[in-house]
């Protein structure tokens, strides 16, 4: 039809709608990324299983901040080495050698270190391997980090024994008492300095490695070359370590930072594209759809289920949202089918109220008595004539509703109420400000959530604006 | 001529609420019959307040009458439930303004095919026949170039015929025409008109033609009621009535006509003073004694006249005679 | 010669290109009499009398002419000294659909009383007096000062709008088309009203409508307009009873008339278009005498036995 393309001309006029358009296109296409690269229980599956976080920095800010800092914070580092660099014969006993390097060039400390070993295989019942970590430092001293004993394999297994294989073995070095007690004899040996194991413990065992006294006490950042030593002493030559991974928490990770939880911020802000886009336009499109139907009906059929209508419209309208809102989610637990659905139902009066008053006015048009007398059933004069009246001005409704309904969710998550198996913007913020992030300065928790539901909110705002002078001269008569 | 209307006794009310505890009715039909035949004109004249445009309305069941009967082709459909669709086939009705009778967001071409979608033709290209061959049955040429216009591109006269075809397109016995040229031009009146006499000829349509103006009823129609605050007053042929009104309300009316002879201007018309009263509360007695010329005291204000036949087949309700 | 207007030319700019809606048109009015500008919809009528007032929309692409009131050059006063001593003062007029623009909320004595209260700056009660006065000239009970608009029926509201036209004395009154929008008995009481006003006050008057038989009940001269433009301009005897232009012949033949036998004839096809109108004499693809040269020239207006009419068929 050719107002359809003279609508869309006027439309695409305006600078805004093209920008609304430019910002909604980024939207869509983040949201379609993120739908074909995260799992759809996402939410459920990794954001809300804290173990899944543990070996990342916690509170990290993005990577990009290191541009503007003039002292680089310090990478988060995973190292990893599968493959046996070397290897020695000691008495009929075998000894591998997995290393691997780091080059540590950061003026901070490591936030902890953590030593992770996967598929551990061994053939010897009787002999199980040990397994030794050593780190050598750039000023040539060694620390013994830790030792593992394998325990004996039940003897319902058969050999090869595979361990750690469904779940790594994970050590956490930061304040364990062992690498406490060996760092005593590092330091008395090394540096000649008599430290209790309090005192250790209270310092940390990562500034110890990765630090040299420079005061009483103090220790700074040592750089250089460290090389991480994984030795495994085994009976049988094909003995094999997997993978050896050693993870130095970090200070700045990933595109947006982590949370307190350690959780990557931007696999988190990823996922609320998607969602943001869902609850806007689904919440808007069945808001727009029920007002408008109801509002076409009960202007048009008049009579008793006008009354009804208009009455119970009413009734909603006085209802108060948000202790509603906060009973239904304590009864039933906050969950998205339930914000959509009050949102809905709270909505649509509004929109019929006005729809039917419109609806009234266009009911007196005499192209309407004219489908009447050719004989036009009653559902045919609303679709076919009553409908296209009201049609741009509903449909501009419906943008305009959107960024309502991004905000209320977001506004309701925040307030606690949202729905607890997947991230959205809301809840990230939700829990930044449980968790005192804007008292910490953690603008990298706060400031994108916020950012992105605005924007989200404006882009719907900017193509509503451009639709206005569509709606406004329907609103006059055609010359 | 077989009668393909016949109205009895119609009476249309409606009631208006006025404030909270009071209801008026308005008498807009207050007593109404009436026969139309196949191929004939009636006209019906009136002004705002006769009740012309109600009666034309309630004679093709778009307003449901109070009282009274309709006996449509023989079948009586006063009462009439259910699927009234052949009616809506049969009886068509022709609205007054061009240009809010015609849907604007649809093209000639839906606003054609609508009536013949409703009622079951369903084959495209027997659809798209009937439209070309009723557009260019009113004189809209080409007919292809039409179908695609939207209504706001053509001018009133054309849209005008758009709704003449809408209301052939379904081959109707019987045809309400509601003031169809008061909005147009008086220079183009006169084609629309013939047009429509015409198209009436050829197909033998029964029509009522509901207008103010009297001179367009001459060249148009075969009889003519003069219609005063829902009754009929007088009724005949067009030719006798013209040259031997006998109402003085029909004598007003005719009065009132300007002819284009510049004599005119040095001439005061004779006029009926005041204005038609509203059907709210029409006068006692003869409707039209408050400004009647000839009233004759003490029988017009108290006793209401009958339509009664004066000359052969001249009807008048008029205590004069 | 009370006015005189010698090529006024009025050109709206619109998306398809310049409407050319008053093209040329030279018209005068004697003092006491009524001048009658006639013509289908859309022939620049109504945009001749808004040229006059220079009641004019915000897309004018051209506006030119010469309008003399007696002595004075109304075009080169600018826009504060044309309201204030022209408009309503000297020329004033009652618009189309006039009846229906009253400002439902007020009280039709107050609004008729503006102009009053305005240019003369009179008190509300020495207006409404004037009002009342006014009222009884054109017919209507003066205790209707206190009435609203939705209170009176479509003829008293057209009295009340020609009284608010006349509130200043005006030397002239322009109508645009005063009684299409009522019944016929209404219509024909305007109309007397009108030819009272003509003879109580001796005010000049221009008549606008597409309705000649309405024209000629009051008019004494008469022009027909058409695309723009004024195809023959003369006394309404002389138009009525011998009309020169083709264009008034048909004009004539095409009304239905009560008191003669003729069927009326139609003129065929539709007006042009006015930002393309035809080439040479904008009439021609509708003329029955239309010749060659009417193809390619547009002819002047030329004064025929005291008409002036615009077309190749004279000499």
Request: glycine share 8%; aromatic share 10%; charged share 20%.
């Amino acid at each position: 039809m050719s107002f359809i393309r003279e609508s869309f001309s006027e439309f695409w006029a305006s600078n805004i709608s093209k920008i609304g358009i430019l910002f909604l296109t980024v939207l869509v296409i983040v949201s379609i990324y993120t739908v074909v690269t995260l799992p759809l229980d996402f939410g459920v599956r990794y954001w809300y299983n804290p173990l899944y976080w543990v070996d990342y920095p916690k509170t990290a800010q993005p990577e990009w901040i290191n541009i503007f800092l003039s002292e680089k914070l310090m990478s988060h580092a995973e190292l990893s080495v599968s493959k046996a660099s070397g290897i020695k014969t000691y008495n009929n006993r075998f000894i591998k050698y997995y290393n691997v390097s780091y080059n540590h060039e950061y003026n901070q400390f490591p936030k902890f270190i953590t030593l992770r070993i996967s598929n551990l295989l061994f053939h010897n019942r009787d002999s199980p391997p040990i397994v030794r970590f050593y780190v050598t430092r750039p000023d040539g001293k060694t620390v013994e980090l830790y030792t593992l004993a394998i325990e004996t394999p039940s003897n319902n297994v058969i050999p090869p024994f595979k361990y750690f294989s469904i779940e790594p073995k994970r050590i956490l070095l930061s304040g364990d008492m062992y690498l406490a007690r060996s760092l005593i004899g590092f330091l008395y040996r090394e540096f000649n300095i008599s430290l209790g194991i309090s005192s250790i413990l209270e310092i940390g065992n990562e500034r110890i490695i990765f630090g040299y006294i420079s005061g009483k006490n103090t220790f700074t950042p040592l750089t250089g070359r460290y090389v991480f030593s994984t030795v495994l002493v085994c009976s049988d030559v094909n003995d094999n370590i997997g993978m050896v991974n050693v993870v130095l928490g970090g200070y700045v990770y990933g595109l947006m930072g982590t949370d307190v939880l350690g959780r990557d911020l931007s696999q988190g802000l990823l996922f609320g594209f998607p969602v943001a886009l869902i609850i806007g336009i689904g919440t808007s499109l069945l808001t727009t759809v029920i007002g408008a139907g109801l509002g076409i009906i009960s202007g048009y059929i008049g009579g008793r289920i006008d009354d009804f209508i208009q009455r119970f419209a009413d009734t909603i309208n006085n209802i108060p949202l948000l202790p509603l809102l906060i009973l239904l989610s304590f009864i039933f637990g906050g969950k998205l089918w339930l914000i959509i659905l009050v949102l809905v139902f709270f909505n649509w009066p509004s929109l019929t109220i006005i729809v039917r008053s419109m609806v009234l006015s266009a009911k007196t048009s005499q192209f309407i008595e004219a489908a009447v007398a050719i004989g036009a059933s009653r559902l045919r004069v609303m679709v076919k004539h009553i409908f296209p009246q009201v049609a741009p001005f509903v449909f501009a409704q419906m943008i305009f509703f959107t960024p309502y309904a991004i905000l209320a969710e977001a506004a309701l998550s925040f307030l606690g109420l949202g729905d607890v198996t997947m991230p959205t913007w809301g809840q990230i913020l939700e829990y930044g400000f449980k968790n005192g992030a804007v008292f910490l300065g953690y603008w990298w928790w706060i400031l994108p959530p916020g950012l992105f539901i605005v924007y989200s909110a404006i882009t719907f705002v900017f193509i509503a604006l451009g639709m206005e002078p569509v709606v406004n001269p329907r609103l006059r008569r055609w010359k | 001529m077989e009668p393909i209307l016949k109205l009895v006794d119609i009476k249309t009310y409606f009631s208006v609420r006025k404030g909270f505890f009071k209801t008026l009715t308005v008498k807009a039909v207050d007593g109404v019959s009436m026969t139309i035949s196949k191929g004939e004109i009636v006209a019906i004249v009136g002004e705002s307040g006769s009740g012309k445009t109600t009666l034309g309305r309630t004679a093709v069941k778009l307003i449901e009458p109070t009282s009274g009967k309709i006996v449509f082709k023989g079948s009586d459909i006063t009462n009439i439930k259910g699927d009234i669709r052949w009616i809506r086939k049969e009886a068509q009705i022709i609205f007054q303004d061009p240009f809010s009778s015609l849907n604007p967001y649809m093209t000639i071409k839906q606003i054609l095919e609508e009536p013949l979608i409703i009622h079951g033709v369903k084959d495209v290209s027997e659809r798209r026949e009937i439209i070309l061959k009723t557009l260019s049955n009113v004189r809209l040429s080409p007919p292809e170039e039409f179908i695609l216009k939207f209504p706001h591109m053509l001018s009133g006269g054309q849209r005008q015929r758009v709704c003449i075809a809408r209301a052939l397109v379904l081959n109707p016995s019987f045809i309400v025409a509601d003031e169809p040229v008061s909005m147009i031009d008086a220079s183009s009146r006169a084609e629309i008109l013939l047009l429509f006499r015409e198209l009436q000829e050829k197909y033998g349509i029964g029509m009522m033609y509901i207008t103010h103006d009297i001179a367009t009823a001459k060249y148009f129609s075969h009889n003519i009621g003069v219609m005063y605050l829902g009754k009929i007053v007088e009724y005949g042929s067009i030719r006798e009535v013209l040259k031997n009104p006998l109402h003085p309300y029909t004598v007003a009316l005719i009065n009132a006509i300007p002819d284009p002879d510049p004599e005119n201007r040095f001439r005061e018309r004779p006029i009926v003073p005041g204005e038609p009263p509203s059907p709210i509360n029409p006068p006692t007695g003869c409707r039209f004694h408050p400004r009647c010329p000839k009233i004759i005291d003490g029988k017009c204000n108290l006793n209401e006249p009958t339509l009664r036949e004066v000359c052969s087949k001249h009807f008048v309700a008029c205590h004069l005679y | 010669m009370l006015l005189e207007v010698s090529g006024l030319r009025l050109y709206f700019k619109t998306l398809r290109g310049d409407v050319k809606a008053v093209d040329g048109v030279s018209l005068s009015l004697d003092k006491g009499k009524t001048l009658g500008i006639v013509g289908e919809s859309g022939c620049g009528k109504s945009s001749t009398a808004n040229a006059i007032v220079r009641n004019l929309p915000r897309n004018v692409s051209r506006y030119e002419g010469k309008i003399y009131l007696e002595d004075m050059d109304l075009t080169i006063l600018n826009e504060a000294e044309f309201r204030s001593k022209i408009r309503w003062r000297r020329i004033s007029m009652v618009f189309q659909g006039a009846m229906n623009s009253l400002n439902p909320v007020l009280k039709v004595g107050f609004q008729v009383a503006e102009p009053l209260i305005i240019h003369k700056g009179l008190r509300k009660e020495e207006a409404l007096k004037i009002v009342e006065e006014l009222f009884r000239l054109v017919g209507l009970p003066p205790d209707i000062v206190n009435r609203y608009p939705h209170e009176l029926s479509g003829g008293m509201k057209q009295r009340a709008i020609i009284a608010m036209a006349l509130t200043l004395n005006p030397d002239i009154l322009i109508l645009d088309e005063p009684t299409s929008a009522l019944d016929v008995s209404i219509q024909a009481q305007i109309m007397n009203l009108l030819k009272s006003l003509k003879r109580k006050l001796g005010i000049s008057m221009i008549f606008i409508t597409h309705d000649i038989a309405l024209a000629s009940d009051i008019c004494d001269d008469f022009g027909v307009m058409y695309a723009g433009e004024l195809v023959e301009l003369g006394s309404a005897e002389k138009v009525l009873l011998s009309p020169k232009h083709p264009y008034t012949q048909k004009l004539l033949s095409s009304i239905p008339r009560l008191h003669s036998d003729k069927t009326p004839e139609f003129i065929p096809g539709a007006p042009p278009d006015l930002v393309a109108p035809p080439s040479g004499c904008r009439f021609h693809p509708r003329c029955p005498y239309v010749m060659d040269k009417c193809y390619r020239e547009n002819p002047q207006s030329i004064l025929v036995n005291g008409s002036f009419v615009k077309c190749w068929l004279y000499k």
